[in-house]
């Protein structure tokens, strides 16, 4: 079973960590088969991880220069750093395509995770008519999805893609308000929400009227919780990826200085602090590679 996830060259310093203990946790737990999406020349980084047998594919965001006219507009490389990284999973249909990965299902993940059993067996029997994906904070909330771990259905995406790569260029903006690729994701596979877009409807308000009408109006499918858990809610036994949803083990310097957002602190547990232990030995262990 193929794996993906993606970072471009820039965020090597901040996410460079992150990426090298998903690789070294994904080799020992799990079976997987790992291929990096890549937006950048030969590094450090990537040298690493081809000798730890993944294979980099490189990419590039077809709408890589909106980005870098807002990040030169609010002055802010970080917005760039992140945008030109995480929309690289847009491209991965056309990459598969591109090199003849035949697979029907591939599994796509961000970096901020790690895998503590093999996730084979859970990803298997399902079958997604595009993707499947897990709720984002609250557990019973399957429309706030979050696709920070994504089960593909590889040719149902790419027939999609083309209208998927229309829509998305059209909603740049709206993106940039809206978590990013995650927003375009949930906006285009759900109809009332690609309505809302249109309209200009605000999120938080669509949000407010689904939660009260409680009518299924997505069509991704379930991803099991246990394929991305949050520290947030507890220790899971039964968990095969953790996912650092917004507290980062590398946030932990703030937690003790008390600068960080209040949102974030709010995500301290004590399961958050046993999970991060546990990516820091998975950190130790790369380095040493």
């Keep these: 079973m193929k794996w993906f996830f993606a970072f471009n060259q820039a965020s090597e310093h901040d996410y460079g960590d992150f990426v090298r203990c998903a690789v070294v946790s994904a080799r020992e737990k799990t079976t997987l088969q790992a291929f990096c999406l890549y937006d950048g020349s030969s590094c450090q980084l990537t040298r690493w991880l081809e000798r730890q047998g993944v294979v980099i594919l490189p990419a590039r965001f077809r709408f890589a220069h909106w980005w870098q006219e807002l990040a030169q507009r609010q002055n802010d490389p970080f917005?760039?750093?992140v945008a030109m990284g995480t929309f690289l999973r847009f491209e991965l249909p056309e990459i598969l395509?591109?090199?003849a990965i035949s697979d029907s299902y591939v599994l796509y993940t961000d970096c901020d995770m790690i895998f503590t059993r093999d996730a084979v067996a859970l990803l298997?029997?399902?079958k997604p008519h595009f993707f499947a994906v897990a709720p984002e904070t609250y557990q019973e909330n399957r429309l706030h999805m979050n696709a920070g771990v994504m089960w593909m259905n590889s040719q149902t995406m790419r027939d999609e893609n083309a209208r998927f790569m229309e829509f998305a260029g059209k909603h740049?903006?709206?993106?940039s308000q809206s978590s990013?690729?995650?927003g375009i994701y949930?906006?285009?596979f759900d109809s009332l929400h690609k309505l809302a877009w249109q309209f200009k409807v605000p999120n938080r308000l669509f949000y407010a009227v689904m939660t009260r009408l409680q009518i299924k109006t997505w069509k991704w499918d379930d991803l099991p919780l246990e394929l991305n858990w949050k520290p947030y809610w507890g220790e899971n036994e039964d968990a095969a990826i953790i996912h650092f949803h917004g507290l980062k083990p590398t946030h932990r310097a703030q937690l003790v200085a008390k600068n960080i957002a209040p949102s974030f602190a709010a995500m301290h547990t004590p399961a958050?602090?046993?999970y991060a232990a546990q990516w820091d030995e998975w950190l130790r262990k790369a380095r040493a590679l």
């Design 172 to 175: 740049m903006k709206e993106a």
């Design 180 to 182: 990013f690729d995650q």
């Design 79 to 81: 917005v760039l750093q």
């Design 186 to 188: 949930r906006a285009y």
């Design 124 to 126: 298997e029997p399902l």
């Design 272 to 274: 958050f602090d046993r």
């Design 97 to 99: 395509e591109r090199e």
